[in-house]
């Protein structure tokens, strides 16, 4: 019985170590427009996707559109959001986090344009010093074009992506463990009340 678990989560971890290749076209505006395929095994498998959207919004889901951009979060909820970014130890840990992530994935032809605002000033602010330095190094990036700005003025969310990308699956669960396992990200945790005390 040992020796058949063993066997199985070697055969696991050599499946996890075989590259996935996920080509993606997306576009954001009043709604969701994509075309994502999953290519694994050297494209011996391809798979499209399903649209994130499930159905077209109906009429009604149209009226009440423009509302639902305006409903606020509680201000202690706020509080607590941008009350972890502002610690140090866990901004620096998450930056490292989105480094470690582009570094580990294969780029090829990467293009992306966003621009977000949360329609208050000092919101949006609070939001681009955390997102604006990461949008800097994206920028300078030589494999990929990237573009993220803020609107200060509008609640805003656009998006305009296209490109391939092509990762190990074990290497980005390492990854994703190291991260929730590191001090830092536990303290911001608790700080936005997502851990106990």
Do not use: C
């Amino acid at each position: 019985m040992l020796t058949g678990a063993a066997a199985f989560l070697l055969l696991l971890i050599a499946l996890l170590a075989i590259p996935v290749t996920l080509r993606f076209q997306l576009s954001w505006r009043q709604g969701l427009r994509d075309d994502v395929r999953l290519q694994w095994a050297f494209g011996l498998v391809s798979v499209r996707i399903p649209s994130f959207q499930s159905k077209a919004p109906s009429p009604q889901g149209k009226e009440r559109e423009p509302g639902v951009g305006r409903v606020k979060p509680p201000s202690r909820q706020k509080r607590n959001f941008f009350g972890a970014f502002r610690q140090k130890r866990f901004r620096r840990r998450i930056i490292r986090f989105v480094g470690d992530l582009w570094r580990a994935v294969h780029k090829d032809n990467i293009d992306l344009r966003v621009r977000v605002g949360l329609g208050d000033p000092a919101e949006t602010g609070q939001l681009w010093a955390l997102v604006g330095p990461v949008a800097g190094l994206l920028a300078t990036i030589r494999d990929a074009s990237i573009r993220i700005e803020p609107d200060f003025f509008d609640a805003t969310f656009e998006l305009d992506s296209s490109g391939s990308i092509r990762l190990i699956p074990l290497q980005m669960i390492y990854l994703t463990l190291a991260l929730l396992l590191s001090p830092p990200v536990w303290q911001g945790m608790r700080q936005l009340g997502l851990a106990g005390r």
